[in-house]
């Protein structure tokens, strides 16, 4: 499966330390995402990631990739209680002209003020 | 600045009814998806879109039809509810420029259960 593995499963962390989350993917991909859902609603894009990139950076986030090891991270710094959410990685692969986009099981992150 | 719009918020059905979801997107994105999300599970495609009058078969379609008549509009059908069926639905979209960035927009979700 192309699907994405998410670790930690859920991560308590206090407000103002950084959480780091982890994907593990299983074949190559073209792409890998992040996405935050808050409790009740529906999924937000975070950030992309293409498979020829190391790392980058949009305000407090920072996703690395890792090809070689089929990785990726997803690092929110200075937490906040707002953070609160649970976290997707999803992964992209192009088949023909279309696009393929699956989604991992999801990491709970609960940032305690 | 609506983006994507399901409705109902939320429903309850019995054994056996019948329902259709609907999904409205504002942005002129060619491609729709429904996905179910379950417990554990994380999202499960259901079905596709990959523009008006065109659908496709994702991961777990069974007891599910779609419909894309118009490009702004992804209907989804249950002939039949069972209680299996009992999720969360979610429909996105996206606009799936250039180098297929399969940037996907979501809507805020459909509760069913199915007693």
């Known amino acids: 499966s192309q699907q994405g593995e998410e670790d930690p499963q859920a991560l308590s962390i206090q407000e103002g330390e950084n959480a780091t989350m982890n994907c593990s993917y299983k074949?190559?991909?073209?792409?890998l995402q992040w996405y935050r859902q808050n409790s009740g609603r529906g999924l937000v894009h975070l950030i992309l990631?293409?498979?020829?990139?190391r790392e980058k950076h949009s305000g407090r986030l920072r996703v690395t990739l890792d090809t070689s090891k089929k990785s990726s991270s997803l690092l929110i710094t200075a937490s906040r209680a707002a953070d609160t959410a649970s976290y997707f990685c999803?992964?992209?692969?192009?088949?023909?002209?279309?696009?393929?986009?699956?989604f991992g099981k999801g990491i709970t992150l609960s940032v305690r003020p | 600045n609506a983006g994507v719009t399901q409705t109902p918020k939320f429903r309850v059905l019995k054994t056996g009814q019948s329902m259709t979801l609907l999904c409205a997107q504002d942005?002129?994105?060619?491609?729709m998806y429904w996905y179910r999300q379950d417990p554990g599970m994380g999202l499960r495609l259901i079905h596709y879109?990959?523009?008006?009058?065109?659908?496709a078969k994702g991961e777990v379609p069974d007891g599910y039809n779609v419909s894309r008549l118009k490009k702004q509009n992804f209907l989804l059908g249950l002939e039949s509810a069972a209680p299996s069926q009992t999720s969360v639905y979610f429909c996105?979209?996206?606009?799936?420029?250039?180098?297929?960035?399969?940037?996907?927009?979501f809507g805020a979700g459909t509760r069913l259960s199915v007693l």
């Open positions: 996105a979209s996206s606009i799936l420029a250039g180098l297929a960035k399969n940037i996907q927009y």
């Open positions: 074949t190559s991909i073209n792409n």
């Open positions: 990631i293409r498979s020829n990139e």
């Open positions: 999803a992964t992209e692969y192009y088949t023909g002209a279309n696009s393929k986009l699956t």
């Open positions: 942005m002129n994105h060619e491609y």
């Open positions: 879109s990959v523009g008006e009058g065109t659908t």
